[in-house]
């Protein structure tokens, strides 16, 4: 989904700079018999950016996963969840999916 968003960004004519744009993942994991099983994934990035890009960002950020080869794959299977931190020069905004 990373290399998604960034495809977005840049569609939208925001450059990708590895050292402003960053991502964690964290995965459930649970046990079913004598294996495991990935419940849910929160994929949660970190996008420094000018506040004129602001609109851009959040509208890539929310059509991303329809885009993305890896979530279309596993979203029946696997629970997966994003949310964002903007870095807008003085201000720091907060963005999650739509539930």
């Given at each position: 989904?990373?290399g998604t968003l ?10 990708f700079?590895?050292?402003?744009f960053?991502?964690t ?6 046990g ?8 849910s994934i929160a994929?949660?990035?970190d996008v ?7 609109e851009?960002i959040?509208?890539?950020l929310r059509?991303h996963?329809e885009?993305?080869?890896a979530?279309?794959?596993?979203k ?7 949310h964002?931190?903007l870095?807008l020069?003085?201000?720091?905004v907060?963005?999650?999916?739509a539930?």
């Amino acid at each position: 989904m990373f290399g998604t968003l960034a495809g977005a960004l840049s569609g939208r004519k925001i450059p990708f700079d590895r050292n402003q744009f960053t991502a964690t993942v964290d995965g459930r994991i649970v046990g079913v018999g004598r294996t495991i099983r990935i419940e849910s994934i929160a994929l949660h990035y970190d996008v420094t950016a000018s506040s004129e890009q602001r609109e851009a960002i959040e509208r890539a950020l929310r059509v991303h996963p329809e885009g993305c080869p890896a979530h279309q794959s596993v979203k029946d299977a696997i629970t997966v969840t994003w949310h964002a931190t903007l870095r807008l020069g003085d201000t720091v905004v907060e963005v999650r999916e739509a539930e």
